[in-house]
């Protein structure tokens, strides 16, 4: 994993000698301004402000200017990046603070003089540098050679009191973005449903989780018949990861449940050739789960998380399951499968049902689900579906960390499209292709279970981020292009209001 070390000191952005020194700028009253630039000596802020309007500096939004040394000022180089804003919120400053390390590399150590005046400040521009520092060179090799490399040290200078708090939240955050990321960039020839297990177990390390995996022969025994199914098309078989998290004297307690195609050909409702690239990360709903769950135990946040990593590869083959077959679910529902390129929703099945058992709380399933999400709200919108009063704690949270999610309805008259003629349901209904993420959703809906009391099912959420996992463009504040880790920080903020005022 590549992560930048972060850290506080309390030396002034002018006094620190760092290799680069990051300064935000933006537009004030019709002036371009350095943002907390009041600890700067008078003739270096004058110096820099000076220089705007040659270099056609505006401050804008992912605006990125680097300039040569200046008097007055201890670093290298200084990087303005564009606030984008007037008032330096947390969201700003997380999204420039990402723009800047991002767009800046070659630098060994990176000073963040970006103006703090809370907790909350110094957390967010710690956040953000992190993941915008984020570079993945596993399979390289010859193209190494000259590459500029992202900064190995953040350090924030500030002389608020309290911004040393935030290093600990802002590294596991941006450490569990990080693990999706790389669990994501991998070859499908390298994490397959066996290796991601095993990766699952070197992530969790010493923090306090248990961690149970089901293989074949025992997803066979206990009747995971979605999981099964869908991997029995592949020589590398299924797998169902269990990760436990459970601190004393917990008293909530959130299910996660993710996806975990390692590679979707379709199986033999086979995607076209074009269809089929990019399809290594249909994992990165488990991917997402796990690094939650992890992140939980790494900040030691005072609610129970059991994570349900659903694994398995989707492939062609002569034992592959057939449009037609039937699958028996865990618990015993059946689902008549109509094409099995809709595969994500049984394992997904499975999990929710194992899940259930164990009465927690809220369930909250993530999974790279339809392309019918993409359509509906593009590539930086997640699809949000489920129990009303756990879709707001989830968009209140997504709210909090400047996660973009949207509320998408459950609409009864879709239910009966499910219908099948020989089984408890099917998988899809052929030919239809109107509400296809809001029915996948509905199928979901099936498989949740009741709360202990029987007073009726436990409150549950879906997130299809099929569209906002992958950034295909040009990155932007903290995305780079390729994996997004979209809604972990979403979920770990959920996780932190659920251990201090319930969701």
């Known amino acids: 994993m590549s992560l930048s070390d972060i850290s506080v000191t309390s030396q002034s952005a002018a006094e620190i000698a760092a290799d680069a020194l990051v300064l935000a700028v933006s537009k004030v009253d019709d002036r371009v301004v350095v943002l907390g630039g009041e600890s700067l000596p008078g003739e270096a802020r004058s110096a820099l402000e000076g220089m705007f309007e040659g270099l056609g500096f505006g401050g804008t939004k992912d605006e990125v200017q680097r300039v040569g040394p200046i008097a007055g000022i201890q670093s290298h180089v200084v990087i303005l990046v564009g606030l984008g804003a007037s008032e330096a919120t947390p969201d700003a400053l997380r ?54 490399r992202a900064a190995s040290s953040l350090v924030l200078t500030t002389a608020f009191e309290d911004a040393e708090s935030a290093v600990v939240p802002a590294r596991e955050t941006a450490r569990a973005v990080a693990l999706v990321r790389d669990l994501v960039n991998a070859a499908p020839l390298d994490l397959y449903p066996e290796t991601f297990a095993e990766e699952a177990r070197r992530a969790a390390g010493e923090l306090p989780v248990d961690l149970k995996v ?108 057939r449009p037609g077959d ?52 593009g590539n930086r919108y997640v699809g949000v579906m489920g129990e009303n009063d756990l879709v707001a704690s989830v968009l209140a949270s997504a709210t909090s960390t400047s996660e973009t999610l949207w509320h998408m309805p459950m609409p009864a008259e879709l239910r009966p499209l499910l219908n099948s003629d020989i089984a408890d349901l099917q998988n899809i209904k052929p030919g239809n292709t109107a509400g296809g993420m809001l029915i ?36 932007y504040g903290f995305t780079g292009k390729g994996p997004t880790g979209v809604t972990v920080r979403t979920l770990i903020d959920l996780a932190e209001r659920m251990s201090t005022e319930g969701a």
């Open 95 to 148: 999204y420039a603070a990402g723009a800047a390390t991002r767009r800046v590399r070659g630098f060994e150590t990176v000073a963040l003089g970006l103006p703090v005046t809370s907790v909350a400040d110094a957390r967010a521009i710690l956040e953000g540098a992190a993941m915008g520092a984020y570079d993945y060179t596993e399979y390289r090799f010859s193209t190494m050679e000259g590459r500029s």
């Open 214 to 321: 089901w293989d074949v022969p025992a997803l066979e025994a206990e009747g995971f018949g979605g999981i099964v199914g869908v991997g029995q098309g592949s020589t590398r078989g299924p797998r169902l990861v269990r990760v436990s998290y459970q601190p004393s004297g917990a008293s909530r307690h959130l299910a996660l449940v993710g996806k975990g195609i390692t590679f979707d050909s379709g199986g033999l409702s086979l995607k076209p050739p074009a269809s089929m690239i990019g399809m290594k990360d249909d994992m990165t709903g488990a991917a997402t789960v796990l690094a939650v769950a992890l992140a939980a135990a790494a900040l030691a946040l005072p609610v129970r998380i059991t994570a349900w990593l659903c694994l398995a590869e989707n492939m062609p083959s002569g034992s592959a399951i």
């Open 326 to 377: 039937v699958l028996k679910i865990y618990g015993g529902k059946t689902v008549e499968v109509l094409n099995t390129d809709a595969e994500g929703r049984l394992v997904l099945a499975d999990g929710l049902v194992a899940a259930s058992e164990e009465h927690p709380d809220a369930i909250i399933d993530v999974a790279t689900l339809t392309g019918a999400q993409v359509t509906a709200l």
């Open 440 to 475: 996948a959703a509905i199928f979901l809906r099936e498989f949740v279970g009741q709360k202990a009391d029987g007073s009726g099912p436990i409150p549950w959420t879906h997130l299809d981020i099929a569209g906002p996992a992958l950034n295909g463009g040009e990155g």
